[in-house]
């Protein structure tokens, strides 16, 4: 399995607070993604990292930012958590452009 | 823009039985495909995927994907079922962005139950 860890693995949280949420791959890969998954949707891609601050925006980008200051860790933060953001977030890893892209294991967010 | 389409979100079939789970895809380049199978609560775990090589993949846990170009198609087929392939499989399907990552589009998702 790839290295891939996500942290917390579940949170509940209030509407209008912040949430950080923590990807952390031990591959060393250039590329890391943010999905969220909802039923019906399949899994949507929220941003995305091709480097060191080196971030781009995916489909469902709005109320979402990353970070990623290290090649390891890529942060998606929620400025202000709205119910609509209840969902099961999922990173990704890729070694290249067209390499396949590994999962980490996901982080159930429930907004109140 | 690139898209695709999984016909059915559930299928039920008996164990021993073909599963036969349809994709469909639309791609204004060449695309990449991917299927993927996700058991409850865990991450997409990669089943096989198609990069312009052979036509017919071959993936883990016996299952199979034919690259159709004229009917736009990457169905997964698995000729016996077996009670641990039920699951929920997604396929993707992704393109090449140069200088930039490679995003995937995924379908909506097929839910495998797999009956005695």
């Known amino acids: 399995d790839a290295g891939i860890t996500q942290s917390p693995r579940h949170k509940v949280t209030e509407t209008g607070t912040p949430v950080t949420l923590r990807c952390h791959q031990t591959e060393n890969h250039r590329y890391m993604y943010w999905y969220r998954q909802d039923p019906g949707h399949g899994l949507r891609l929220i941003h995305y990292s091709y480097g060191v601050k080196d971030t781009d925006k995916g489909e469902v980008s709005d109320g979402y930012s990353v970070s990623r200051s290290k090649t390891e860790d890529f942060l998606l933060t929620l400025e202000s958590a709205t119910s609509s953001q209840t969902s099961v977030y999922f990173c990704?890893?890729?070694?290249?452009?067209?390499?396949?892209?590994?999962f980490g294991p996901g982080t159930r967010l429930t907004v109140l | 823009a690139q898209s695709v389409t999984q016909l059915g979100s559930h299928v039920s079939v008996s164990e021993g039985a073909l599963v036969l789970l349809r994709c469909n895809y639309s791609?204004?380049?060449?695309?990449?495909l991917f299927w993927y199978v996700q058991y409850p609560n865990q991450g997409l775990q990669l089943l096989l995927k198609y990069t312009s090589a052979a036509t017919l993949v071959k993936g883990i846990n016996g299952f199979e994907a034919e690259f159709k170009k004229s009917e736009t198609s990457f169905h997964l087929t698995k000729p016996s079922a077996h009670m641990s392939d039920a699951a929920e499989y997604f396929c993707?399907?992704?393109?090449?962005?140069?200088?930039?990552?490679?995003?995937?589009?995924f379908g909506t998702g097929t839910r495998l139950q797999v009956t005695l």
């Open positions: 990704a890893i890729s070694a290249l452009e067209t390499d396949t892209q590994y």
């Open positions: 993707a399907v992704s393109k090449l962005n140069t200088g930039t990552a490679s995003k995937l589009t």
């Open positions: 791609s204004s380049v060449p695309p990449y």
